[in-house]
């Protein structure tokens, strides 16, 4: 059975396992104070099923490394790239159920769960000066809204990696000082950075089919401009629905894409370099290497040569 492991981060003792799609994984979790835990994801698996019946709750994902689609509703779709931050309330009426997939076949984030009640309480009682008032946080991250989803920016995101590249080696005091780091910066985060349309079910539907059906194809314009046509919308009209779900315009998303499934590659195969320059659509390995060097910082050559025989997040995390 595809299971992930759940793990207290501090003793390395396992508390229970969640099914999942397929593959597996570990989910380490770091209580740091009353109502606050923070969880590292490292996952090899497509997807699992989740419930969240919990209220007066806050959850905070942070992507980085690999693709999330987290799906509440419909209507309701969080897509996540490295460096991207989502964030959801917990009310017992929104999202009491979520599909998270992970199209790469893998995924490395961060997840900070909060209870607001007892994080509150602790924070007064114990760090009144930088305590936060929970109510006031989730106004300003999400309006009158349950969930929203952007890039998290330069100076969150350093305290994000932070987390995720520590958890294991800080104490907990530590941790807890960067956790309430976070919490002043997203206090203070401008609300129009992480807004969010909705879309309709069709819109969604519209662009997922999109999205897979140029990820297979290597005639991108062509499959674009007849896919409009199939539809009777506009090639400018499906553009700004894509890049509304997800966030970049559509040639973006799926170059970044394709040399993200080439770093698996590289990791997880014996394929020539060659190969998978073709497999990501390049003509030539030059092409490629000026690509991928572009997004890694290093060829793929040396990219390759430096995982060894280590696991994926330990060498994508020091090659960041």
């Not at 002043?184 to 997922?208: D, F, G, T, W």
């Not at 997880?268 to 690509?291: C, H, L, P, Q, T």
């Not at 060097?293 to 090659?319: C, F, H, N």
Request: aromatic share 10%; with cysteine; glycine share 6%.
């Amino acid at each position: 059975m595809s299971v992930i492991r759940i793990l207290d981060g501090f003793s390395g003792v396992e508390q229970g396992a969640h099914p999942c799609t397929d593959g597996q994984g570990s989910i380490r979790v770091y209580p740091l104070f009353d109502g606050v835990k923070a969880l590292l994801l490292q996952l090899e698996t497509h997807g699992f099923l989740e419930e969240r019946p919990q209220r007066d709750g806050l959850e905070i994902n942070f992507c980085v490394n690999g693709r999330f689609e987290s799906r509440f509703s419909a209507r309701d779709l969080a897509v996540l790239k490295p460096g991207d931050m989502a964030v959801s309330t917990f009310d017992g009426i929104h999202g009491l159920q979520s599909q998270s997939d992970f199209p790469l076949g893998y995924y490395e984030g961060l997840c900070i769960d909060v209870d607001c009640a007892a994080a509150e309480g602790w924070m007064r009682r114990n760090v009144a000066p930088l305590a936060c008032d929970c109510a006031l946080l989730r106004q300003n991250l999400l309006g009158s809204g349950w969930y929203a989803a952007a890039i998290a920016g330069p100076r969150c995101e350093h305290v994000f990696r932070e987390l995720f590249e520590n958890l294991p080696y800080f104490d907990r005091r530590t941790l807890t000082l960067k956790i309430l780091e976070l919490f002043s910066l997203l206090e203070r985060i401008p609300r129009a950075e992480l807004s969010r349309e909705y879309c309709s079910a069709e819109q969604l539907r519209l662009a997922k089919h999109l999205r897979d059906h140029l990820l297979t194809d290597r005639n991108n314009y062509v499959s674009l401009a007849r896919l409009a046509e199939e539809h009777q919308i506009s090639v400018s009209h499906l553009q700004r629905l894509f890049r509304q779900i997800y966030g970049m315009p559509v040639y973006h998303y799926i170059r970044e894409y394709r040399l993200e499934q080439a770093a698996v590659e590289l990791l997880n195969s014996r394929k020539r370099i060659v190969e998978i320059a073709m497999d990501a659509g390049y003509d030539s390995a030059s092409k490629f290497s000026a690509a991928f060097k572009s997004r890694y910082g290093v060829s793929p050559s040396l990219y390759r040569s430096a995982a060894g025989k280590e696991p994926k997040w330990d060498i994508q995390t020091k090659t960041e």
